[in-house]
């Protein structure tokens, strides 16, 4: 039952994919009456219009993306200067300021949300606080961080740190005060000392739910990373779509758009796994 289902659902994502490529496909063709030699006096708009020949949308065809995800992904490394960079190498320093500040605020998030978990007194005391910051929009921090920190790239970890710590820290609240008391008393009952009770017996019953903080947290992280490098440029996914957008490429920008799925959905994939490790199944 479960392979049929799954088979069943590969082939209606496939036909959904095929739909969508023609519909891409027709929408990119000529105006009716402008045919294939019409062409635009601004050789730049011509450009950003998908090349010389008029199209209804000016966006670039499915086979043209194509050729450029095939072009990009041939040489991915490459380095011809400080805006020339392969996609490998911009995703490298994407991951690379995201798994930064990620860890930093796993740092930080984790253990508090153990003391917040375990204490009444500490969750009320700082319950008005988390909910105060954590509407705040990451990048609403991009300024006072370049002003402060004084380092584009820092400064985009500060806001990965920002982003990510409130999912982390109210999810292992959450876990470790909703573990069951009974294990909690027979702790107890042995005299376990509280590190060796939050170690043995609280992690690995909060960890599912510690775990899914963290899957929220990087989705949102890799989301803000796209945006804060437009903003700080350098180097990184958000400025390569950025400076394409300027180069008046849109097959790059596309190309861009997918890998940036692409990447968010394997980092997904593997708190998915994680969590699934950690989690009880009878």
Same mark, same amino acid.
């Given at each position: #039952? ?12 496939? *036909? %959904? ?16 009456? @402008? ?9 730049? +708009?011509?450009? &950003? ?8 949308? /000016?966006?670039? =065809? ?8 095939? =072009?990009? %992904?041939?040489?991915? $490394? +490459? ?6 960079? /392969? ?30 978990? #375990?204490?009444?007194?500490? +969750?009320?005391? !700082? ?26 790239? !820092?400064?985009?970890? $500060? ?9 982390? #820290? ?13 294990? %909690?008393? *027979?702790?107890?009952? !042995?005299?376990? =000392? ?19 903080? #963290? ?15 437009? &903003?700080? /440029? @350098?180097?990184?996914?958000?400025? $390569? ?30 708190? @998915? *796994? ?9």
């Amino acid at each position: #039952m479960t392979r049929s289902l799954s088979f069943r659902a590969t082939i209606v994502s496939f *036909v %959904l994919l095929i739909a969508f490529l023609g519909a891409w496909q027709l929408g990119t063709l000529p105006a009716a009456g @402008g045919g294939a030699a019409a062409t635009y006096a601004d050789p730049e +708009y011509a450009a &950003l219009m998908g090349g010389a020949a008029a199209q209804a949308s /000016g966006l670039p =065809s499915p086979g043209t993306v194509g050729e450029t995800i095939a =072009s990009q %992904l041939a040489n991915p $490394f +490459y380095d011809n200067g400080p805006n020339d960079k /392969g996609i490998g190498i911009q995703l490298a320093w994407s991951l690379a300021r995201v798994l930064a500040g990620f860890l930093l605020a796993a740092a930080v998030a984790i253990p508090l949300g153990f003391v917040i978990g #375990m204490s009444p007194l500490m +969750y009320k005391a !700082l319950n008005p606080y988390i909910q105060i910051m954590k509407p705040i929009s990451p990048l609403a921090w991009m300024p006072l961080a370049l002003y402060t920190i004084k380092d584009a790239s !820092l400064s985009s970890i $500060f806001v990965i740190f920002i982003c990510s710590i409130w999912p982390m #820290m109210i999810n292992t609240a959450h876990g470790v005060s909703s573990v069951k008391k009974d294990w %909690l008393n *027979v702790a107890r009952t !042995l005299e376990v =000392s509280p590190l060796r009770t939050a170690i043995s017996v609280i992690l690995p019953a909060a960890a599912p739910t510690i775990l899914t903080g #963290m899957r929220i947290s990087m989705g949102i992280a890799w989301l803000v990373i796209v945006a804060a490098e437009m &903003l700080v /440029g @350098g180097t990184g996914i958000g400025y $390569f779509v950025w400076n394409e957008w300027n180069n008046l490429n849109l097959s790059n920008v596309i190309f861009a758009i997918v890998m940036i799925g692409v990447v968010g959905m394997l980092l997904d994939m593997v708190f @998915g *796994v994680l969590t699934k490790l950690v989690t009880y199944q009878e």
